[in-house]
C-alpha cells in the first residue's frame, strides 16, 4: 500500500504545536532567568492581587518620579517581591497614565500624585542606567499639593489607595527645646557608643519633634551626620553618623532608637529620618529612615514601636537597578 499522504492541514499543524512548544521553551527560559532579579529571601506577592503599594516621589517638583518600594499585605507592610515579568505587570497596573496616588507628609494626607508616563513605552524606558539590565519602574507624575513649602525639590511618600491617618497633633513643642533635648539625646547615644561629644561638633545636627502616636506626647528626632556622607565614592578617612529616637518617660526624655557607626568611611552606615506614616493601621505610625554606605546602593528603613522602643521590621533596597546594589542608583532628591 502506497504511503498515505498528510495533508497541508495536518503539516500546519503540527508546525504549529511545535513553534509553540518551542515558544514555551523560550519563555519559561526567559521566567526562570528572570527569578534571578527578585532579591533573596524576598517572598514573592502576587502584584494581580492589586496590594496597596508604598511609593517614594521625589525629585523636582515640576518633573518628580515615583518609585515603588513596599507593600502592605493583611495589615503587613513586606518587601515587594518580583521577577521581571512581575516588575513590568506592576508598571501596567500602577503607573498607567491617569493613575492618581493618595500624598502623604509628616503622617498626613498632602494631596495626590496623577501618574502621567509609566517605566516603559514604546517610546522606551523612562530612566535608564549604563550596566543595568534589570530596571526597577519608575513612573512620572505631576503633584497637587497642599500645606507644603513651595521647595523645588519634594520628597514625599504616596499610597495607591488612601490610609487611615490619626488627627493632626495640634501639641506644641517650641524649637530651642527640640534642638536642646535632640542633641542631650545624640550625645547620650554617642557616648553609650564609645563616642566623645567633641565627636559630633564637626558634624551637622538636625532635629525636629513628630507625632506619632506612639506615647501620649511626640517624639523627638535628632541626627548627626558628616556633610559629606552623600556622596557615592569610595570613601576616605574618618566618618560618623548618629540618629536618635526620643520619647518622654516620666518627665524625662529616653532614646527609643539608637543609630550610632563610626570609624573608617568606607565601613559607615549613614543613616536619615525620611518621614512617618501609619502603614499597618494599627494607630502608630510606623517611622520611615534612609541607611547607606559609601559607594552602595541606599536603603529604605521602617520602624515600628513595640514595648517602649523603635524596632526595625523592615528593610528595603530603593535603589533603581535590580542587578546588584553597587549600580543601583539613589533615590534621593
Not at 501596567?92 to 492618581?100: D, E, H, K, R
Not at 559609601?294 to 535603589?319: D, S, T
Request: hydrophobic letters at 40%.
Amino acid at each position: 500500500m502506497p504511503p498515505r499522504s498528510r495533508s497541508p492541514f495536518a503539516s500546519i499543524i503540527v508546525l504549529g504545536i511545535l513553534a509553540f512548544a518551542a515558544g514555551c521553551d523560550k519563555d519559561a527560559a526567559r521566567r526562570e532567568a528572570a527569578q534571578v532579579v527578585r532579591p533573596v529571601g524576598t517572598p514573592a506577592i502576587n502584584i494581580f492581587h492589586r496590594p496597596t503599594l508604598l511609593f517614594q516621589v521625589y525629585g523636582d517638583r515640576a518633573d518628580p518620579r515615583v518609585l515603588p518600594v513596599a507593600a502592605m499585605i493583611d495589615s503587613t507592610v513586606v518587601a515587594i517581591g518580583l521577577n521581571e515579568y512581575g516588575w513590568h505587570a506592576l508598571d501596567s497596573l500602577y503607573f498607567a497614565p491617569g493613575t492618581t496616588l493618595s500624598l502623604y507628609h509628616g503622617g498626613q494626607p498632602t494631596g495626590r500624585a496623577t501618574i502621567t508616563r509609566g517605566m516603559w513605552t514604546k517610546d522606551g524606558a523612562l530612566q535608564t542606567l549604563p550596566g543595568c539590565s534589570a530596571m526597577r519602574p519608575l513612573a512620572a507624575a505631576t503633584l497637587l499639593t497642599a500645606g507644603l513649602d513651595a521647595d523645588s525639590a519634594v520628597e514625599l511618600l504616596a499610597t495607591s489607595a488612601p490610609l487611615t491617618t490619626r488627627p493632626a497633633s495640634r501639641e506644641s513643642f517650641p524649637s530651642r527645646d527640640v534642638l536642646k533635648v535632640g542633641r542631650a539625646l545624640g550625645v547620650d547615644v554617642a557616648t553609650h557608643h564609645g563616642l566623645a561629644a567633641e565627636d559630633l561638633d564637626s558634624l551637622e545636627f538636625s532635629a525636629k519633634a513628630i507625632s506619632t502616636g506612639a506615647t501620649g506626647g511626640l517624639t523627638v528626632v535628632a541626627s548627626f551626620l558628616d556633610a559629606g556622607a552623600g556622596d557615592l565614592g569610595p570613601g576616605a578617612g574618618h566618618s560618623t553618623s548618629v540618629l536618635v529616637l526620643g520619647e518622654q518617660v516620666d518627665g524625662a526624655w529616653q532614646p527609643t532608637y539608637r543609630h550610632a557607626s563610626s570609624g573608617d568611611a568606607r565601613t559607615v552606615e549613614f543613616q536619615r529620618y525620611l518621614d512617618h506614616l501609619d502603614l499597618d493601621g494599627d494607630g502608630i505610625d510606623e517611622v520611615l529612615l534612609e541607611a547607606w554606605r559609601y559607594a552602595g546602593g541606599n536603603e529604605l528603613v521602617i520602624l515600628r514601636f513595640k514595648a517602649g522602643q523603635w524596632h526595625e521590621a523592615l528593610r528595603v533596597p530603593l535603589g533603581w537597578c535590580l542587578d546588584s546594589p553597587k549600580t543601583s542608583g539613589r533615590a534621593r532628591p
